[in-house]
């Protein structure tokens, strides 16, 4: 099994800046650390994520404004969201997807809430 916390959640005025850490219990490689959102009336979303190689793959939407990094030695992940909008309000999800010999298991934390006021 494998726990993840997030932090770094809050309340940011349009413009602003906040950085999300995701920490695991434990973690198994190769593995693909990631970000999703879901907002409000709307299903969850793909933000970023990074392999273990640290390959990066980002939405659209927070290309050249979010950062998506890891520290192997803290099992943490970390996004950096810069240049905030009001649609990036959402409850933000880490996710871990560990690759098995009989497929991957994905493992998700709690959730932080991120509001961005306009």
């Known amino acids: 099994q494998v726990q993840l916390v997030e932090s770094g959640g809050g309340l940011v005025q349009a413009g602003g800046s906040l950085r999300l850490d995701c920490a695991a219990s434990?973690?198994?490689?190769?593995?693909?650390m990631g970000w999703y959102r879901q907002a409000p009336g709307k299903q969850r979303e793909f933000v970023a994520a990074?392999?273990?190689?640290?390959?990066?793959n980002y939405a659209d939407s927070v290309k050249g404004r979010f950062t998506i990094s890891r520290d192997d030695a803290k099992n943490t992940v970390y996004l950096q969201m810069n240049s905030l909008k009001p649609e990036d309000t959402a409850v933000y999800y880490c996710?871990?997807?560990?690759?098995?010999?009989?497929?991957?298991?994905?493992?998700w934390g709690q959730g932080t809430q991120v509001t961005v006021s306009s």
């Open positions: 996710n871990a997807r560990i690759y098995r010999s009989n497929g991957p298991d994905d493992y």
């Open positions: 990074i392999t273990t190689g640290g390959t990066t």
């Open positions: 434990r973690i198994f490689s190769p593995n693909t």
